[in-house]
């Protein structure tokens, strides 16, 4: 049975620092890609960045490139979303979803929900100004 757990998430101020946590469970990170997504209320659910772990490949909204960064921990299987210069408008719930397969040079990059077979249940985070 495939589970994805988020965790890191809290309320911050603008211009501070999170790092959200996607552990996995019954699927190897090291053969799928992994997604991270967030929902603010009443907006949809919008891409924020993805990675394949086995090329080490990642990708990432326009809205938050150069301030998040997702890496992975192979012995954990766990990814990270670590999120610097928080800003009020990153204040959403986040999701890490998966799909099997891996990006290479010139992949077409995965960023829509339908996408993705596998999702966490989401963490909060809220940014104050």
């Known amino acids: 049975q495939v589970q994805l757990v988020e965790s890191g998430g809290g309320s911050v101020q603008a211009e501070d620092s999170l790092r959200l946590s996607c552990a996995a469970s019954?699927?190897?990170?090291?053969?799928?890609?992994v997604g991270w997504f967030r929902q603010a209320p009443g907006k949809e659910r919008e891409f924020v960045g993805t990675?394949?772990?086995?090329?080490?490949?990642?990708y990432y909204a326009d809205s938050v490139k150069g301030r998040f960064t997702i890496s992975g921990d192979n012995a954990k299987n766990t990814v990270y979303l670590q999120m610097n210069s928080l800003k009020p408008e990153d204040t959403a719930v986040y999701y890490c979803a998966a799909r099997e397969g891996t990006y290479s040079s010139g992949s077409y990059y995965y960023t829509k929900n339908y996408q993705y077979a596998y999702w966490g249940q989401g963490t909060q985070v809220t940014v104050s100004s």
């Open positions: 990675i394949s772990w086995s090329s080490e490949t990642t």
């Open positions: 019954g699927l190897p990170f090291s053969r799928y890609i």
